[in-house]
C-alpha cells in the first residue's frame, strides 16, 4: 500500500518534471531566444543547478552548481529581484568567470527573473541569446504567463514530496 | 640595469600581492569561518529551544543563510589560497581545484599523473598552482570546451605539467602582440621567478596547449 504511494508519488514527480521541461522549451520558443534554463535549490540542500533547460549547445550546465549569490542565476535567486545582462562581458558586474553558463553557452545577452515559493526566490529562469538582442515589450507577458507555470508545477513538485 | 630592475620589481609585486592574498585567505579560513561555525551552531541551539513554530522556521532560514555564508567563505577562501597545497602537497591541492573548477564551468579535467610525486618548495608549487589555475581559467573563458587534460610528469629532477584543451584554439602572435595579456604574461613571469620554463602552442580550430617545466631537487 505504502509502496503503491510512494510509486504514485514518483510517478507524479515525473509528470511535473516533464511538464517543467515543456515549459522550459515553450518560453524558449515563444521569446525565440537561443537558450533558456531554469535554476532550481535543490530541495535538499543549499546547492543550486541547471535541472531544466532548452537550446543548450553543450552538456556543461549539467556538471555546474551555481554558487549563491555568484552569476546572474545565483545574484537573482540571492536578490528576488530580475536582471538583465545587455552584452557580455561588457559592464558586468565582478569577472566574467563568476558567471559560468553565459561562458558555457556562449550567451551575450540574458535576461533572468526569480522563480518565487512561498514568496521566497527558490530559483531563477534565464533566457538567453548568443547575439547582442533586446527582449521586446509585448515578450513580457508571455515571459510572465509561463514563469507563473513553473512557479505552480515547482509548488506541486515539493508539496509532493 | 633596466631590464634587471623591471624584472626585480614584478618579482617583488608578485611575491608581496601573493603574501597578501595568503593572509586574507587564512583569515577568512581560520577567523571569520570559525566564528560564523560558532554562530550556526548557536542558533541550533536556539531553534530546538524554541516553542513558537513562526519562530523556529524563522531561525531555520537564518541557519539556511548562515550555512550558504560558511559554504562561500569557505570556497573563496580555498580559491584565493590553498591551504592544502603546503600540507598535502601539489596534485592534491590541483585535484581539490580541479573539482570546484568542474562543477562552476561545467568542464571536465582528465588528469594524468605519470611518475613519482616529490616534495617542493611553497613557491615553487604556489607557481605551478596559480599557473595552472590561469591556464584552466584561460579554457573556460576562451577555448568553448567541454574537456580539458592536464598531465603531470615527475621525473628525477623535473617536473613537467601539460595543459591541453582541443577547443578554438587562437593566433598567439596576433594576441601577444596587443597588450592585453596580462595572464599569459603573469604563467611567463610566474616560472621564470621560480626558476622553471613556460611554453604556449596554439592553432586556430585545434587547440591549445601550456607547457610548465620546473626542475626540482631533493
Ligand atoms: N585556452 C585558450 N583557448 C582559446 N583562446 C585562448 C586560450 N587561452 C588564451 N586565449 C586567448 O589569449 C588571450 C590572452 O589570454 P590571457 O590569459 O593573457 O588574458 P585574459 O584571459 O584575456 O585576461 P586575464 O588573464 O588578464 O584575465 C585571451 O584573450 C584569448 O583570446
Ligand atoms: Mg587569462
Redesign the pocket.
Same mark, same amino acid.
Given at each position: 500500500m505504502l509502496l503503491r504511494k510512494v510509486c504514485l508519488v514518483m510517478e507524479c514527480n515525473v509528470q511535473l518534471e516533464e511538464a517543467l521541461l515543456a515549459t522550459c522549451k515553450e518560453l524558449q520558443v515563444k521569446v525565440s531566444s537561443d537558450f533558456t534554463g531554469i535554476a532550481l535549490q535543490q530541495s535538499n540542500s543549499t546547492d543550486i543547478k541547471w535541472p531544466f533547460v532548452a537550446g543548450n549547445c553543450n552538456e556543461k550546465y549539467k556538471f555546474i552548481t551555481v554558487r549563491y549569490g555568484k552569476g546572474i542565476a545565483g545574484k537573482v535567486i540571492a536578490t528576488g529581484s530580475p536582471m538583465t545582462i545587455e552584452h557580455f562581458p561588457d559592464n558586468i558586474i565582478g569577472k566574467s568567470i563568476e558567471y559560468p553558463i553565459m561562458l558555457a553557452e556562449n550567451l551575450i545577452s540574458a535576461y533572468a527573473r526569480p522563480i518565487m515559493l512561498n514568496g521566497r526566490p527558490k530559483g531563477a529562469v534565464l533566457i538567453g541569446f548568443r547575439k547582442k538582442y533586446t527582449i521586446q515589450q509585448n515578450a513580457d507577458e508571455v515571459i510572465k504567463t509561463l514563469i507563473e507555470k513553473i512557479e505552480d508545477l515547482i509548488k506541486r513538485i515539493y508539496n509532493s514530496n | 640595469m633596466e631590464l634587471n630592475a623591471i624584472n626585480g620589481a614584478s618579482t617583488y609585486i608578485i611575491q608581496s600581492q601573493d603574501e597578501e592574498i595568503k593572509r586574507i585567505a587564512l583569515e577568512l579560513h581560520e577567523g571569520i569561518s570559525q566564528n560564523l561555525f560558532s554562530v550556526f551552531t548557536g542558533l541550533e541551539v536556539l531553534q530546538n529551544n524554541m516553542t513558537n513554530p513562526d519562530m523556529a522556521s524563522y531561525a531555520q532560514e537564518l541557519k539556511d543563510i548562515m550555512s550558504r555564508t560558511i559554504q562561500e567563505v569557505r570556497l573563496l577562501s580555498v580559491e584565493l589560497y590553498p591551504t592544502t597545497l603546503t600540507t598535502l602537497g601539489l596534485t592534491a591541492a590541483l585535484s581539490s581545484y580541479i573539482k570546484l573548477y568542474t562543477s562552476t564551468f561545467g568542464i571536465i579535467v582528465e588528469i594524468i599523473s605519470n611518475g613519482k610525486e616529490k616534495t617542493i618548495s611553497e613557491g615553487k608549487s604556489m607557481a605551478l598552482f596559480r599557473s595552472c589555475q590561469?591556464a584552466l581559467i584561460? $579554457?573556460a573563458?576562451?577555448?568553448d570546451t567541454a574537456n580539458a587534460k592536464i598531465v603531470f610528469t615527475w621525473n628525477q629532477d623535473s617536473l613537467t605539467i601539460e595543459i591541453e584543451?582541443i577547443?578554438?584554439?587562437?593566433n598567439i602572435e596576433a594576441?601577444t602582440a596587443g597588450n592585453?595579456?596580462?595572464? $599569459?604574461?603573469a604563467m611567463k613571469e610566474r616560472m621564470f621567478i621560480a626558476g622553471g620554463n613556460f611554453q604556449l602552442f596554439s592553432t586556430i580550430g585545434k587547440g591549445?596547449k601550456v607547457i610548465f617545466t620546473l626542475p626540482i631537487s631533493c
Open positions: - | 590561469e584561460n $579554457i573563458k576562451y577555448a584543451d577547443g578554438k584554439g587562437f594576441v592585453s595579456c596580462k595572464g $599569459i604574461a591549445t
